[in-house]
């Protein structure tokens, strides 16, 4: 497995979400408009961007985490029972820390 090429997958897809995230952030900052059946639709899109935001930063956790394993070595291996995680779940989810029988 090259930990180098996941390293820079997940490296690149932290760059991704914390752009989405600075854009959901500058949309949620916007002012509302007066009227007020545009205000009611405004703040349903509000909600669904904080929903937006709130995972982004669950997975910009996660792959921060991912990256720290990498770094101490302890990246492929389950956080539960120390088992390898198996290369198929990584390359599908590489900031995976549990193996499949401990996610389950």
């Known amino acids: 497995m090259d930990?180098?090429?996941i390293k820079d997958k997940?490296?690149?897809e932290l760059d991704v979400l914390n752009a989405r995230l600075k854009h959901v952030e500058k949309d949620v900052a916007q002012?509302?408009?007066?009227d007020f059946q545009e205000q009611a639709q405004?703040?349903?899109?509000?909600?669904?961007?904080?929903?937006?935001?709130?995972?982004?930063?669950?997975s910009i956790e996660q792959?921060?985490?991912?990256?720290?394993r990498i770094d101490t070595g302890e990246y492929?291996?389950?956080?539960?029972c120390g088992d390898d995680i198996a290369k198929e779940r990584l390359l599908i989810l590489p900031e995976s820390t549990l193996c499949v029988k401990c996610a389950d």
Do not use: W, Y
């Open 3 to 5: 930990i180098q090429a």
């Open 10 to 12: 997940l490296t690149h």
């Open 31 to 34: 002012a509302h408009s007066s």
């Open 42 to 58: 405004e703040r349903e899109n509000d909600e669904v961007l904080d929903e937006i935001g709130n995972e982004t930063l669950h």
């Open 63 to 68: 792959i921060k985490f991912a990256l720290m």
């Open 76 to 80: 492929g291996v389950c956080a539960n």
